[in-house]
């Protein structure tokens, strides 16, 4: 593993190319700015263009869109079911106003009423916190 973080072998042809390659370039500053600029002239003409209007947007996606919207329609009419069938909600009503019975039951007996709703709230007092530290 030292190979990995050891200087590699120089090459004397390559050294003499990159030297060469500094050397050779006497174009003046104002001829590589000129060539430079027009280079870049017929990019900086597409980002200076304003982008497509949503309705151009549109009209190009419109080809696509209109089958794939067509598609999916046709696709959903035939997968979901023609009749939907109701869900017999009374078996879920009966058991809250069940529920809802055996609260106000409670809540009306003379002696526990008051305390149910103070349980039911809040615990009446910090008694259940030490109660359950202790427990475990």
Do not use: Y
Request: one cysteine or more; proline letters at 7%.
């Amino acid at each position: 593993m030292k190979w990995l973080f050891q200087e590699p072998p120089r090459d004397p042809r390559l050294g003499e190319a990159l030297r060469n390659q500094q050397t050779a370039s006497q174009i003046p500053d104002a001829e590589l700015h000129r060539r430079i600029v027009a280079a870049a002239q017929p990019r900086l003409e597409q980002l200076r263009m304003a982008g497509p209007c949503w309705w151009e947007w549109i009209t190009r996606w419109m080809p696509v869109a209109v089958p794939i919207g067509l598609a999916a329609s046709l696709a959903g009419a035939l997968l979901l079911p023609g009749r939907v069938e109701l869900i017999n909600e009374t078996s879920s009503t009966a058991e809250a106003g069940a529920d809802s019975t055996l609260v106000i039951a409670a809540l009306s007996e003379a002696g526990t009423g008051s305390e149910l709703a103070a349980h039911l709230v809040a615990p009446a007092t910090d008694e259940w916190l030490f109660e359950e530290a202790v427990s475990r």
